[in-house]
């Protein structure tokens, strides 16, 4: 490979240098001629002879210049060229290629394959190139000297290479192209050495150029040297033009700082991530993050900065306006935290307000919250019960029976306590237990299961209760007719029997006598007991009365109920003591029985416990209604309902009895109110809606 000085002698330096040579050579020659025909011979025969002679001489000198420059030629041929091939043409077209003997090792194809194939060449340039070569051997062939090309060639082994074509023309005299060289050079490594200049230049662009952070170099006094893109934007300058030159120091506001910052470089060689607030072109405030590295000479003089500049002001404002957002969020926070808190305790209160007991439980069965109803109904505190399964509020088998359910439910899906009201048996914390009334409803399919506990010992009371009511009223009848109507019953059957023994006694064959004596004996006798049957039939007649008064009170008719009030004021009425009114409007038409019957016993027990508990002298009961409402109103004059303390027995009655009432006027659909004045007396009221009365 020859050197690269060599590579840029071209095929105008090769002929004119051989050109030269040979005019100066003719030149020589015709200079002697001169000389020549200045000496002693004379005459035309002298003249020829020298002539001739000349000729003779300049035209083997001509020969020997001719071969001089073209081994000259050659010379400088192989200098300049690692492979050639000569063209001969005839009228314009290639006759024949000759090809050099070192093709072989710049295409790897030796000359016989050439001669052989004679579009080789061609065929083995590379496909984009192989229209530039065309063009420049049609410039050759129509007379033009065509400009050195560049191009890649497939050699024989596969490997591309590039090569440098000259292509030397070469006329005749009458100036037709007779034949040309194609001078080739291997300049692969030539094109690498460029394209890896391009690629360190591409390199260089990307990351000085094209990279975000202000990048500079500058000299100790600061000014500056070299700089990008992004230095030249940030700063505010108008091109990278304007930038050179400047002086860094215009950037700080201080003249002392640049000293310092100088001396630090010094001292440390490098400042790595130090932050500065400086200012742009245009005065324009900047805050930077800034890395500097200073370059020293062998003598440890800092002779050049190169500094690498981001643009922090944005972060900067970003940040504050980050702190700021934060700020506000944990205002916002802290706001919908006691918002939250504030609705929590809103919503415990509400909750502790319930009556019921509201307990909520995890799948497994652990108490997650409760209210202070559950507190007060179970006895355990709320630090007791938290976190506890909750089978310790259920006695065995329920306690054992719970956690199976939830398990069933969360594998199955099916419910079968969920979504629904169940009677079990609640235990308290020291042992006890007690009907409880449970409704379980799952939270929005979170597992977490809510249960309302209702207590339900005093409804379970009030069902025995009236179950005691029941059979005491069966009780009551029985006793009325065995001991009652089934003596007088028995009674009258002696004197049924007494009567029949009479008249047995009268002979069937009677003369007047014997009638005489029966009317003056027997029929005074007859007479009486015929008087005590009927009598006592009376008697038992009103007894049977009065047994089915106290099995239906109230008569099937529309004013059946105020009849029976009216008959019930007057039977107390007829107490020494105790003085009864009974007051009715017009209007009210009762045509349901079962509702006038729950009114009427409302009245007999409300009237009993006036009697029986508040010692009262006097007794109201106001019957009204209108198109809205049955109202029943029962007012007594008595000590008062007083509060049950310690379990006052002297209440218990009583307070059983306004359990009975209000549980009959909620049968009824109405609703049951019981006020005490102050000075003493009760008044109890019962509101029955007329839509819910049925017609018949």
């Not at 000389?35 to 000349?54: A, I, Q």
């Not at 505010?236 to 304007?242: H, I, L, R, T, V």
């Amino acid at each position: 490979m020859h050197s690269m000085a060599t590579s840029t002698i071209d095929v105008n330096t090769i002929s004119g240098m051989a050109d030269s040579a040979i005019h100066g050579r003719i030149l020589l020659c015709i200079i002697f001629l001169k000389v020549l025909n200045r000496g002693p011979l004379s005459g035309s025969s002298k003249t020829v002879f020298s002539e001739k002679h000349v000729q003779a001489m300049v035209e083997k000198q001509h020969r020997q210049m001719q071969l001089e420059d073209e081994f000259r030629y050659h010379q400088l041929r192989d200098a300049v060229a690692d492979y050639h091939y000569h063209v001969l043409l005839e009228n314009g077209h290639i006759l024949e290629k000759q090809h050099g003997p070192k093709c072989a090792a710049i295409t790897g194809y030796r000359p016989e394959e050439y001669a052989a194939t004679p579009r080789l060449w061609i065929d083995l340039v590379h496909e984009g190139d192989r229209p530039a070569i065309e063009r420049q051997i049609e410039l050759v062939l129509s007379g033009e000297q065509p400009k050195p090309s560049e191009f890649r060639i497939r050699r024989k082994d596969g490997q591309l290479r590039w090569l440098r074509k000259l292509i030397i023309p070469y006329y005749d005299a009458d100036g037709q192209l007779t034949a040309y060289d194609a001078l080739l050079r291997d300049i692969t490594e030539t094109k690498l050495a460029q394209q890896s200049l391009r690629q360190s230049e591409e390199n260089y662009r990307l990351l000085f150029d094209d990279d975000l952070t202000g990048d500079y170099l500058a000299t100790p006094e600061g000014e500056i040297l070299l700089c990008n893109r992004a230095f030249v934007d940030m700063f505010g300058f108008a091109s990278q033009e304007q930038a050179v030159g400047s002086s860094l120091q215009d950037f700080y506001s201080d003249p002392y700082s640049w000293a310092a910052f100088i001396e630090r470089i010094r001292d440390m060689g490098a400042l790595d991530r130090f932050e500065r607030i400086t200012r742009r072109n245009d005065g324009k405030a900047l805050h930077v993050v800034e890395t500097v590295i200073g370059t020293f000479d062998e003598q440890g003089n800092l002779i050049r900065l190169k500094g690498y500049v981001f643009d922090d002001t944005h972060s900067r404002v970003e940040n504050a306006k980050l702190r700021q957002r934060t700020i506000d969020l944990e205002e916002a926070v802290q706001q919908r935290t006691r918002e939250i808190r504030a609705e929590r305790s809103h919503l415990e209160a509400i909750l502790d307000s319930a009556l019921d007991a509201i307990i909520s439980i995890d799948s497994q069965g652990v108490i997650q919250t409760i209210n202070r109803s559950a507190e007060r109904l179970f006895g355990y505190t709320r630090n007791e019960m938290i976190n506890q399964n909750v089978s310790m509020l259920m006695p065995a088998p329920y306690s054992e029976e719970h956690d199976s359910y939830i398990k069933r439910y969360l594998q199955t899906g099916k419910p079968r306590i969920l979504d629904s009201v169940r009677e079990l048996v609640g235990r308290r914390k020291d042992g006890s237990t007690f009907p409880i009334e449970i409704s379980i409803t799952e939270v929005d399919h979170l597992q977490v299961f809510t249960g309302i506990v209702h207590d339900i010992s005093e409804r379970k009371q009030l069902q025995a209760h009236v179950l005691q009511i029941a059979e005491d009223e069966q009780r009551r009848i029985g006793q009325e007719l065995h001991d009652g109507i089934g003596q007088e019953l028995t009674g009258l059957a002696l004197f049924a029997g007494t009567l029949v023994e009479l008249l047995d006694a009268i002979p069937e064959e009677s003369n007047e006598e014997t009638a005489r004596h029966l009317q003056t004996a027997e029929f005074s006798r007859l007479r009486a007991l015929a008087a005590r049957i009927s009598s006592q039939l009376n008697e038992t007649n009103v007894h049977v009365r009065r047994l089915a008064h106290g099995v239906m009170p109230v008569q099937i008719e529309p004013r059946g109920l105020q009849a029976a009030l009216a008959e019930l004021s007057a039977s107390i009425n007829t107490h020494p003591r105790v003085t009864c009114r009974f007051e009715s409007s017009a209007s009210v038409v009762l045509a349901d029985n079962a509702t006038a019957t729950h009114l009427y016993r409302i009245a007999q027990e409300a009237t009993s416990n006036s009697l029986r508990h508040s010692q009262a002298t006097e007794i109201s009961i106001i019957l009204e209604g209108d198109e809205d409402y049955v109202v029943l109103e029962v007012n007594d004059n008595g000590i008062g309902i007083r509060p049950d303390k310690d379990g006052d027995q002297s209440n218990q009655g009583m307070g059983m009895g306004l359990r009975t009432m209000q549980y009959r006027c909620g049968v009824a659909g109405g609703t049951f109110h019981i006020e005490a004045d102050p000075c003493g007396g009760t008044s109890i009221r019962c509101l029955v809606p007329t839509k819910l009365i049925k017609e018949c």
